[in-house]
């Protein structure tokens, strides 16, 4: 009697794979046999995704024009990534400073509360539940003739390994 062998096993993944490589290369069995070219439709390329329009009022690297810097500007050993400055109706500027600091992030925030409190401003905690490192709001209340004015501030800070990344924004007394 004969021992049967079993057939070895099936690979049509490997085979498929082999049979396109010979089909898109253009190779045959034979060097006499005609050779068919295949061509796949590529997909058309999509449209470059367009820049965001930045407000006017935004300046990148520098401090924006009217922004109060007698009240929010970054400590010397800081980086200055952007900053903006939007007059409102009522007397106040929307204001936003992005910075990168050397220094840890209670630090980023000490420096601001010194400056804001000795401007009138009191700080309140925000909420605790972000991806923040650290966060507070600042907020002052003056009195004038047509109402109260309220004043507000958030400052967010991200540890970023060896820098922080500051933002402050809000609305703050238009300077002068």
Known sequence: ???????????????????????LGGCGSSGDADTTTVTVDAPAPERPTELPTFDPSTTVGDY????????LAAPEDATVL???????????VEVTLNLASPRSAQQVIDDLAARLAKAGFSESEASTVTGLTAQT??????????????ESLFV??????????????GSVAAPG
């Not at 709001?137 to 309220?150: E, L, N, Q, Y």
């Open 137 to 150: 709001a600042f907020s002052r209340v003056t009195r004038r003739k047509g109402g109260p004015r309220v």
């Open 156 to 169: 967010g800070v991200l540890d970023d390994g060896d820098r922080r990344l500051a933002t402050i924004s």
């Open 64 to 71: 924006a024009p009217g922004f109060p810097l007698d009240l």
């Open 1 to 23: 009697m004969v021992p049967v062998r079993p057939d070895p096993p099936r690979r049509p993944a490997a085979a498929a794979v082999v049979a396109a490589a010979l089909a």
């Open 82 to 92: 952007a900053s903006s400055a939007r007059p409102t109706d009522g007397g106040l």
